[in-house]
């Protein structure tokens, strides 16, 4: 279906590139929406992104020549695009460096010690290897139980041990 645009004033970039006006309506159904991320018009509001479409943008915007930069800077602006690239980083970093609360689901890092842990923010107990809830009157129970659990005699599984570790024993 054609599409009309709002403010149909082209704006020329350096090599002769035409930016998009921001609103677009489909002559069709008159539905409008943002010519930047095809979602429905939200005025001065940024484009949001899903996980997907973020991953697209910031890819074209890391692997861009100058120019393509400089249009997608003029598209959503270039603190958006900053935003966006460190947003999408700090995810990749808690994806590949913490797992979430199996109650809550706050994202915690293992930093050091045994498998037992303790989310501080909903007080759960739970096994950081399989991510089961740890109940009763000793959590340990579960890394000592050779039935139903995978995680019998893992209660320092993957636990590095340094120099002043070993001298403690």
Same mark, same amino acid.
């Given at each position: 279906? /054609?599409?009309? $645009?709002?403010?149909?004033?082209?704006?020329?970039?350096?090599?002769?590139?035409? $930016?998009?006006? /921001?609103?677009?309506?489909?002559?069709?159904?008159?539905?409008?929406?943002?010519?930047?991320?095809?979602?429905?018009?939200?005025?001065?509001?940024?484009?949001?992104?899903?996980?997907?479409?973020?991953?697209?943008?910031?890819?074209?915007?890391?692997?861009?020549?100058?120019?393509?930069?400089?249009? $997608?800077?003029?598209?959503?602006?270039?603190?958006?695009?900053?935003?966006?690239?460190?947003?999408?980083?700090?995810?990749?970093?808690?994806?590949?460096?913490?797992?979430?609360? /199996?109650?809550?689901?706050?994202?915690?890092?293992?930093?050091?010690?045994?498998?037992?842990?303790?989310?501080?923010?909903?007080?759960? $107990?739970?096994?950081?290897?399989?991510?089961?809830?740890?109940?009763? /009157?000793?959590?340990?129970?579960?890394?000592?139980?050779?039935?139903?659990?995978?995680?019998?005699?893992?209660?320092?599984?993957?636990?590095?041990?340094?120099?002043?570790?070993?001298?403690?024993?």
């Amino acid at each position: 279906a /054609p599409v009309l $645009l709002d403010a149909p004033v082209e704006v020329s970039g350096a090599n002769g590139g035409r $930016l998009l006006p /921001p609103m677009a309506t489909c002559a069709q159904c008159r539905f409008t929406f943002c010519n930047y991320c095809r979602k429905v018009y939200h005025g001065l509001e940024p484009c949001s992104f899903n996980k997907n479409d973020r991953g697209k943008l910031l890819k074209e915007y890391q692997n861009g020549d100058a120019e393509t930069k400089r249009q $997608l800077e003029a598209r959503f602006g270039k603190r958006k695009l900053e935003a966006l690239v460190n947003d999408f980083l700090a995810d990749e970093w808690m994806g590949a460096n913490s797992k979430r609360c /199996p109650k809550c689901y706050v994202n915690i890092e293992k930093q050091d010690g045994c498998n037992k842990m303790h989310c501080t923010k909903c007080n759960t $107990l739970f096994c950081w290897l399989c991510m089961r809830v740890l109940t009763g /009157p000793d959590p340990y129970a579960h890394f000592n139980n050779p039935v139903g659990t995978t995680c019998f005699n893992q209660l320092f599984q993957g636990v590095v041990m340094d120099d002043d570790d070993v001298d403690d024993i």
